[in-house]
C-alpha cells in the first residue's frame, strides 16, 4: 500500500486540464498508479479521487462506496476505476448534492448535479466500459471529472452562503 499525499486546493496544479491517458494501461508503472490512487482514497475515506489530487495530470479518477465515515448516510457503490472518462447526461433532473473533496478538507457546499448518467471509461484492464450511475455515484462521478478540467466544487455553487465548514455542516445542515 502507497498513500499518497492529497494536492491542496491553491495548489495550481487542481486547476489545469489532464490529459488523456495513452501510455499501456497493463503496464507495471501504470498499475502501480492505479493501485496507489485506490489506496489514498481509502486511507482518506474518500468516495472518489482524480489523479491531479496526487498530483499527476491524467485523465483518471476512481470512486467507491462501502459504508464511508465521511458519508455514513451515502449508498453505497462498488469501486469504478475510470480511464479517460466521458459522462451523458441521461436526464435533466438536477439533484441538490452537498458534496466535500479531500482536496478542500473540513468544508461542505450545496451544488446541483445531474442525477442520472452515463460513464464511459476504459477499466484497470484497459476495458471499455459503460455504466448507467443514478443519485450519489452520479454525483462522485461528476466530481471527479470535473477535477480532471480543473474545475472544484466550488466552481459550481450559485450561492455561496452554503459553504459550511464540517463542523457548522454538521450542525445545521445535516
Ligand atoms: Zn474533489
Redesign the pocket.
Known sequence: MAVQKVVKMGNPILREKSLEVKEAILSESFQKFLTNLIDTMRAANGA?I?AP?VGVLKRVFVMEMEANIRYPEKESFPLYVAINPTIEFLSNDLVDSWEG????PNIRGMLKRYNHIKLSAHNIKGEKYEVDLKGFAAIVAQ??LD?LNGI??IDRMDNMKTLSFQEEYEKYWM
Not at 473533496?101 to 478542500?104: A, E, F, V, Y
Request: net charge negative; with cysteine.
Open positions: 472518489g482524480a489530487q473533496c479531500l482536496s478542500i466530481h471527479e477535477h472544484l466544487l
